[in-house]
């Protein structure tokens, strides 16, 4: 059951500190094409992690880099 806690709290984590600095990147480019591009890298690159290493650890680094793809969201706003 652990790992599925580590799991949602990896997600959340990188999320919770990749938005400030997306946000702040695309205040200072005044676009938000260049870090649109970037997150949605991370976010397939995570979800190549989940699908090539289905390994408990390894779920838990692709869920980290998945959320650095989901901190897009507060830069949007």
Known sequence: MSYHGYGIAALAFSAMISAPIYARIGDKLMSC???LRVGIVFSIVGNF???AFPKANMII??????GLGW???GSFY
């Open 33 to 35: 094409k260049i870090v």
């Open 49 to 51: 992690v989940y699908f």
């Open 61 to 66: 680094v692709a869920r980290m880099i998945s």
């Open 71 to 73: 901190g897009l969201e």
